[in-house]
């Protein structure tokens, strides 16, 4: 059983909202939907296909299969810490989120500050797993850079464009006021800088030329017409 101050803290959010800023401000490989795969490259996280450890010699002995049956994603602390995917999962956002979702365990240490807890992970209602949760949302869908595509292109607001599923979505949408408090004018400036050139792209309605309107003159450069696409690719 959690003690109760970590349990309002980890409901309050602010932990996992600001750890996903971070994550994202030190590995800004910034485009939508996010990549959980070369996240865990750079932050040097191991990531394995149940058919490869199935495979492997030096993974007999270690049946994960069970633990796969009813998530596409766990973490193992044995022999190393690592993560395990369903490969033959045939929805890639709900891979997405629950790669993530593991990332944040490790991002956060929950296996290390919480080690008791995370003998028995998933149980409906704990904290961790919802703090798991909020930092999986916010890495994929971060507050600044919701905002700015939801004010400038609603249209383009959606599930597909940050790779969730459509309830993680309304999810997404029903914790950003909560979320947001925990964004101060600083992290927001430094996570748009690093989103910059995806969130810039434009494409000329005239000539078709792509390129990035850094200096948000609403013109194409080559050909000089106005008004050019503003096109998250």
């Known amino acids: 059983m959690l003690g109760g101050g970590f349990m309002a803290y980890s409901l309050e959010g602010s932990r996992a909202v600001r750890y996903a800023c971070a994550v994202l401000t030190d590995n800004p490989a910034c485009v ?20 490869a450890v199935q495979d492997h010699p030096l993974w007999v002995g270690f049946d994960v299969t069970p633990a796969l049956r009813m998530a596409s994603a766990v973490t193992l602390s044995y022999p190393a810490f690592c993560i395990v995917y369903r490969d033959g999962d045939t929805d890639p956002d709900r891979l997405r989120f629950a790669l993530f979702h ?25 904290p961790l797993e919802a703090e798991a949760d909020a930092f999986a949302l916010n890495l994929m869908a971060p507050v600044p850079v919701v905002d700015v595509i939801r004010y400038n292109r609603p249209r383009q607001a959606k599930a597909s464009l940050f790779g969730l599923s459509r309830s993680a979505w309304m999810r997404r949408l029903d914790s950003m006021d909560r979320d947001r408090a925990f964004v101060d004018e600083e992290m927001a400036n430094l996570i748009l800088y690093h989103f910059r050139d995806y969130l810039l792209n434009r494409r000329c309605p005239s000539c078709g030329r792509i390129f990035s309107d850094m200096e948000q003159q609403n013109r194409c450069p080559f050909c000089g017409a106005p008004d050019p696409e503003w096109i998250l690719s």
């Open 32 to 51: 939508l939907p996010a990549d959980p795969f070369e996240l865990a490259r750079r932050a040097g996280i191991s990531l394995f296909s149940l058919s």
């Open 102 to 126: 593991e990332l944040g365990h490790l991002f956060m240490n929950h296996y290390r500050d919480y080690p008791e807890q995370m003998r028995f992970p998933g149980s409906a209602g704990s």
